[in-house]
T-cell receptor, first 112, second 110 residues
């Protein structure tokens, strides 16, 4: 596609429910990143894929968070048993190896 | 752990004024990037600096990478309301991931 696509754009869920966020990177991009951003703040690194493997998972906040990437393309970020502190904008970015990052518009997650 | 500290966190100025945003770290980065983000959108890359001491200009924006590759600055001359946004610096770590500072929110009033 023309850019990085994330879905859904907004997700409201109840505490304790599982959510799945999707990222479609730019075709041909080898690297894919997930970040989390609170209102007006910087980006908190979550996980990074090179192809289908994740060389760096160090940013995942807890074992409730997991991510996978299949076919070197689409990635899903899953949050199990959501908590209110998980509320944030989740941003995905892709790049050709580790060059310039192209970001999606993010998924705004609200946990009630 | 590699960290990037940005200052100031918030800046509100009048149109036509100059400003500088700083990005500092105790770690060396192989490269440093500056992004601008508008509400509801993802960050967009403005510039990448790679060489210590490098200076890059993008219209009214001047970016500098410190000699030791631990710090950077963004200077805006004659700020315009269209410059309003969140400015983020990001450093490329030796594991390949991009680490972001906490951002500087700039408001330029007409």
């Amino acid at each position: 596609g023309a850019g990085v696509s994330q879905s859904p754009s907004n997700k409201v869920t109840e505490k304790g429910k599982d959510v799945e966020l999707r990222c479609d990177p730019i075709s041909g991009h080898t690297a894919l990143y997930w970040y989390r951003q609170s209102l007006g703040q910087g980006l908190e690194f979550l996980i990074y894929f090179q192809g289908n493997s994740a060389p760096d998972k160090s940013g995942l906040p807890s074992d409730r968070f997991s991510a996978e990437r299949t076919g070197g393309s689409v990635s899903t970020l899953t949050i199990q048993r959501t908590q209110q502190e998980d509320s944030a904008v989740y941003l995905c970015a892709s790049s050709f190896y580790n060059e310039k990052l192209f970001f999606g518009s993010g998924t705004q997650l609200s946990v009630l | 752990t590699q960290l990037l500290e940005q200052s100031p966190q918030f800046l509100s100025i009048q149109e036509g004024e100059n400003l500088t945003v700083y990005c500092n770290s105790s770690s060396v980065f192989s490269s440093l990037q500056w992004y601008r983000q508008e509400p509801g959108e993802g960050p967009v890359l403005l510039v990448t600096v790679v060489t210590g001491g490098e200076v890059k200009k993008l219209k009214r924006l001047t970016f500098q990478f410190g000699d030791a590759r631990k710090d950077s600055s963004l200077h805006i001359t004659a700020a315009q309301p269209g410059d309003t946004g969140l400015y983020l610096c990001a450093g490329s770590s030796n594991t390949g991931k991009l680490i972001f500072g906490q951002g500087t929110t700039l408001q330029v009033k007409p």
